[in-house]
């Protein structure tokens, strides 16, 4: 059972995917926001079957399945129906991923979360790490990985905390604007530091 949390965040393309896989290989359990969110509305959850309580049948797709683009929809600038849907989905969310950090058989756990700070998750975790690059790259490595526009990342981005806010929040940071190698000694050394304050703690 672990039961010491490393909060891994960054902005979009900054490389967080890439750290926690290679922490991945040192061992290190990871438990993912992205993963858990879907998990929360899968087909048979409880989180489905409130949804079309609430919203009804429409919601679902043909096979039975949350129809995401018709959520999208129904949120789309209307507040009380998006309050409603993150306040049943977000306690949800921190549980399940709480449960799955209990569960964990490594000494401690990266929880991955895309929004930490903005998403006020910083509060679950004992520790934060930031994978930090500057928005020219983050722009550059999202546009070549899923073929989308620059606009389009810009968006994302200027959705997102800043650079600035993250920097000064998290506890550790990662500088991601290198090549991989260096990036894997990196994770390494703070692997180690980690380990330490996990057995310490
Ligand atoms: P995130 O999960 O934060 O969105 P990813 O880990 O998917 O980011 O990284 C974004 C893209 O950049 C991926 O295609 C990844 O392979 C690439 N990438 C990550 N780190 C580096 C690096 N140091 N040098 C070059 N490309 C990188």
Known sequence: MADYIIGLT????????????????????????????????????DG??????????????????LDRAKLREVIFNNDSERLWLNSLLHPMIRESMLQQCKEAQSDYV???VPLLFENGLDRLVD????????????????????LVTAQHVKNIIGSQASRAEKLSKADDVIDNQGEIS??????????NFYLKLSSNA
């Open 182 to 191: 260096a990036l894997k000694c990196k994770v390494e050394a703070l692997h």
């Open 10 to 45: 960054g902005g979009i393309g900054s490389g967080k995917t890439t750290v926690a896989n290679i922490f991945a290989e040192q061992g290190v359990t990871l438990v993912d926001a992205d993963i858990v969110a879907r998990d929360v509305v899968a087909t048979g959850s």
């Open 127 to 146: 520790r934060t790490l930031l994978v930090d690059i500057s928005p020219e790259l983050q722009q550059k490595r999202t546009v070549d990985r899923d």
């Open 110 to 112: 990266i929880m991955v």
């Open 48 to 65: 489905l079957k409130e949804i079309v309580t609430h919203f009804g049948e429409q919601i679902l797709s043909a096979d039975g399945g």
